[in-house]
Structures are given as structure tokens and as C-alpha cells.
């Protein structure tokens, strides 16, 4: 495992193809649909399918103020990839959530992640996209620059360096793990790339903690 420590707190490992050597792009495994969200207090279908399972049936969560359709019984091709990815990272997941990027056009924004997600492992399968990560230091957070001496510091809630970003290309069987104070310091996308006429599917595994 190719481990990348990221610079003002974070940390993202990524795995290459062994991790799921065999594991076919299958869509018709992901039972989906696409939920309705509120932008700017205005109703918008989201362009891409969703499908979500948890190995606990008093998980229930919700996905941009709405509840989601959460299944409990696995496909078992979903099972098989979680046994996987468990046992190569020696944790245990109690949710993942499947989304289907039908093209390039599909995509999703610069966010972060609910800081309950102890762990976040996401596998991709079907045609390679891009995945960027930019710093973005939480609001009130305080970096220390530093000045001609210790006295001098300055303190600001700015991120050290707000153009600094990460971009990897996620091949088919790869494998990213997001944990520590990444969700914190980082902000990650799926950018549009028109030219990409394949389908992907993402399947982030969770480690919820509530």
C-alpha cells in the first residue's frame, strides 16, 4: 500500500489494482435511483444513481437533508468486495454506498465528508475518472505562518495554502482511504470530463460513527 500523507492534516492511502484483482463492473448489481435534493431551497434530481446497504438495521442516514433508501441485505458481489477491503485494511465498515457515474458529464462537486466517518474507503470499477483533493482549512481553525520569530507568528483562520491540491487518476480496482483529520482539512471531487463517454461506479465503504 502507497501511503500519501498529506500536508496540513490528512492523510489518504491508496491501493492499486491487487486490492480487487477479478472484481468484474457490474452495473446491473447496483439496485438504485436518484434522490431528490435541495439546492438553495430549490428541488433538484441528482445526476447520479445511489444506492446504499448497511450491515446494521438501526443505521439509518440522511444525504443532503434527506433520508436515505438504505438496504440491509447485500448482493453478493457487494459482500464479497467489502470481505476484501476489510480484511486489507483490518477494518470493519457498517455502510457503503454505491454511485454510478454514467459518463463524464456525471460528476460531484468539491465537498468533505460528515466528520462521523471514522474511515472512508472507496473503491472504483469501470473506466478511470480524476479525483482531486483541495485544502480547505474549517472555518474559525486557526494555521499558525510563520514570521521573522516565534513573537511574530501570525494566526489566521486562511488555510496555509488554499491552491494546494492533490489530483490522482482512479484506475478500476483502485483503492482510496481517507481517515484522520482529512475530512477536516480536505475537500474532494469528481470534476466533469466531457471526453469520458464509460460509466463508473464508487463504492465508499463507511465506518459511521454516531
Keep these: 500500500m502507497k ?5 496540513n492534516k490528512g492523510n489518504v492511502s491508496a491501493i492499486g489494482r491487487d486490492a480487487t484483482a477479478g472484481m468484474s463492473y457490474r452495473r446491473r448489481e447496483l439496485l ?7 439546492v438553495f431551497g430549490r428541488e433538484t434530481v441528482q445526476s447520479r444513481k445511489i444506492a446504499a446497504y448497511a450491515t446494521d438495521k438501526s443505521l439509518t442516514l440522511k444525504y443532503s437533508g434527506q433520508e436515505v433508501d438504505m438496504k440491509y441485505e447485500y448482493p453478493p458481489l457487494l459482500r464479497q468486495i467489502q470481505d476484501e477491503v476489510e480484511k486489507k485494511l483490518g477494518v470493519k465498515f457498517n455502510h457503503v454506498m454505491l454511485n454510478l457515474y454514467e459518463d463524464g458529464h456525471v ?5 468533505r ?3 462521523e466517518n471514522r474511515v472512508i474507503a472507496s473503491v472504483s470499477l469501470g473506466t478511470p475518472r480524476t479525483f482531486i483533493m483541495t485544502h480547505d482549512a474549517p472555518k474559525g481553525s486557526k494555521t499558525t ?3 521573522p ?8 483562520s486562511a488555510p496555509l495554502n ?5 489530483r490522482w487518476t482512479l484506475e478500476s480496482g483502485s483503492l482510496v482511504v481517507m481517515q ?6 480536505w475537500k474532494h471531487e469528481i470534476p466533469k470530463e466531457p471526453k469520458v463517454k464509460e460509466g463508473r461506479i464508487s463504492l465508499t465503504f463507511r465506518q459511521l460513527v454516531f
Design 32 to 38: 438504485g435511483y436518484q434522490p431528490t435534493l435541495k
Design 145 to 147: 505562518r510563520p514570521g
Design 113 to 115: 465528508d460528515n466528520l
Design 3 to 7: 501511503n500519501y500523507y498529506l500536508e
Design 107 to 111: 460528476y460531484i462537486g468539491n465537498h
Design 180 to 185: 484522520g483529520d482529512t475530512q477536516r482539512f
Design 162 to 166: 488554499p491552491t494546494l491540491k492533490k
Design 149 to 156: 520569530s516565534k513573537k511574530s507568528r501570525l494566526e489566521t
